[in-house]
């Protein structure tokens, strides 16, 4: 069974910059990697995600401060958030889409709050 564990979640001021960190285990095929957030209320919604070969694709709203990367070796996917702004606050999901037959996978969730 795929698991998914999020971590680096937390409170932070306007302007100020998280990390938060996906490690995968027992993912044996190829798969690409992502991060959506929710907001109260909302639909889960794409923040950016990053395929096998490395192309990453981001929502408008984060493009320019919000970085994905992972790590291929290690099955950890990043996002790296500067810049932060009050409407960044939402619980993050880390997800994982198998390509061969687009099977999705998602972590727990980890709460981001940006005061302002």
């Known amino acids: 069974q795929v698991q998914l564990v999020e971590s680096g979640g937390g409170l932070v001021q306007t302007g100020g910059s998280l990390r938060l960190s996906c490690a995968a285990s027992r993912v044996t095929f190829s798969h690409n990697m992502g991060w959506y957030r929710q907001h109260p209320g909302k639909q889960r919604e794409l923040v950016a995600t990053i395929r096998s070969d490395g192309t990453t694709n981001y929502a408008d709203s984060v493009k320019g401060r919000f970085t994905i990367s992972r790590d291929n070796a290690k099955n950890t996917v990043y996002l790296q958030m500067n810049s932060l702004k009050p409407e960044d606050t939402a619980v993050y999901y880390c997800?994982?889409?198998?390509?061969?037959?687009?099977?999705?996978?998602w972590g727990q969730g980890t709460q981001v709050t940006v005061s302002s």
């Open positions: 997800h994982v889409r198998r390509i061969i037959d687009l099977s999705d996978y």
